[in-house]
């Protein structure tokens, strides 16, 4: 069974871990280990997105190679039994030191950056699905797209020039792509946006000793609203120029929110609304910095080497398609996630549009 079979039958189950109606276990989370002949071997965390984000279970997987791979762990007949909940984890005002100084007006400025973004959601533009339901439900689509070392290295240089980062380049990018597909219409008018609406912002900064540690396995993400305007866009530049407004626009956006030391504690899906038009897209970064590759840590000749990566989420009623965005050995994949509202085809022009769209960053003649 291939990593890609393996994560599609997984998605299809509903956790806890059950046998038909039958409660075999209490069980939110399980490791699967998938061992081949080749000596190529497959580790899958599983577990509901409540419990964990992409930063967690880089958490949790450090620990399962260590343990692995290192002999010097003490025993599980050493552990408190009965004991567990001493270790669950803090809250995310707790593990981020608690209230600030300013909370009431800190959060306000929030709450109002947030509402002036969704201010026009009904005037949104977005991808316009071939189905109003789910022909086969639990059974999301994917695509992936890798850029190879090269061009991606290209990518980096380019925008180290300019400031900007990975996440702002292709946010802008599927914005510009929808952007772009509803250009015959009437797009000048003051209202007509595109919404990202569900923008992930890990908080890992804000965490304070003991809880910035690698044993701090709860998710700590918030969401917010971005939103850019069809008038941000100067229509009449080049396309690396429609690219860099777009940008600035999201980094405006992000500038506002990530200064304001109350972020984690606006909550997690404050201003999150089942918005059909709204696009998402999640950025892991690179994994060699939250998971090192080659274990023993250090070792010459290392016991297990990490080589790719593969993620899934399960999909029932949530219908807008999901992008996830890494980085590992200096090649970035591109990951899109839809519900069969959308036809495969469909969906490959929209992810190498965007993708095209991106790569304008490397354009040195604009």
Known sequence: MSDDDFVFSINEVRLPYTNGDELIIKQHFG?????????????????????????????????????????????????????????????????????????????????????????????????????????????????????????????????????????????????????????????????ANVMLDFTVIAYQRFLVPPHDARSHHVSFLCAFPMVVYASDVPWEASPKAQLLAVMTKIREQYSIRLSNKHLPHIGYDQYFQDNPNALAINNFKRVEDSLPLNWPIGAQNPMVQISDMRIGGRLIDFYRPMTHIWTLRSELHIHLQFSDVYDKSYMEEFLDSMTAIALWIIDRDA
């Open 31 to 191: 490791c699967h280990l998938v061992l081949r002949p080749s000596g190529l071997h497959s580790i899958f965390f599983h577990t509901a997105h409540y419990l964990a984000d992409a930063f967690v279970i880089y958490n949790a997987l450090y620990r399962i190679f260590d343990f692995i791979t290192n002999d010097t762990h003490p025993s599980l007949d050493s552990l408190d039994w009965g004991q567990e909940w001493r270790n669950l984890p803090v809250g995310p005002v707790t593990a981020t030191g608690g209230p600030r100084d300013g909370w009431e007006a800190g959060v306000e400025a929030l709450h109002t950056a947030a509402r002036q973004a969704m201010e026009h959601q009904q005037h949104s533009k977005g991808l316009i699905p071939q189905r109003d339901q789910a022909l086969v439900r639990r059974a999301p689509a994917r695509l992936h797209r890798i850029l190879d070392a090269k061009t991606f290295k290209e990518i980096l240089d380019a925008l180290a020039l300019t400031d900007f980062t990975v996440t702002q380049l292709f946010e802008a990018a599927q914005m510009l792509t929808v952007l772009r597909a509803h250009h015959s219409e009437p797009l000048r008018d003051d209202k």
